[in-house]
């Protein structure tokens, strides 16, 4: 069983910080793609940032390059997501996500609310 758990999520105001972390078990996730999508309410899930398995190659969107930090510690199955100078705008719901050719893996989510 594949299970991808997110923590971090919470109130901040906006130009506060937050750093969102997701725990990988039931396999090796280390060959695989990790990555943090979003959904605010009544829009699409959006693509946040992406890391490949080896760690040396990120991916942002353009409305959080420069403030969100994509990492992972693959010995220990985890990705974060280091959130700086949030905005009203980044109020979203944050999923994590995994998979080699494609993100297979889900978690439930956590709750990013920033407050302008």
């Known amino acids: 069983q594949v299970q991808l758990v997110e923590s971090g999520g919470g109130l901040v105001q906006a130009g506060g910080s937050l750093r969102l972390s997701c725990a990988a078990s039931?396999?090796?996730?280390?060959?695989?793609?990790m990555g943090w999508f979003r959904q605010a309410p009544g829009k699409e899930r959006e693509f946040v940032a992406g890391?490949?398995?080896?760690?040396?190659?990120?991916d942002y969107t353009d409305s959080v390059k420069g403030r969100f930090t994509i990492s992972r510690d693959s010995a220990k199955n985890m990705v974060y997501l280091q959130m700086n100078s949030l905005k009203p705008e980044d109020t979203a719901v944050y999923s994590c996500?995994?998979?080699?050719?494609?993100?297979?893996?889900w978690g439930q989510g956590t709750q990013v609310t920033v407050s302008s």
């Open positions: 996500t995994a998979g080699i050719y494609a993100y297979n893996y």
């Open positions: 039931g396999r090796t996730f280390s060959r695989y793609n």
């Open positions: 890391i490949r398995w080896s760690g040396g190659s990120t």
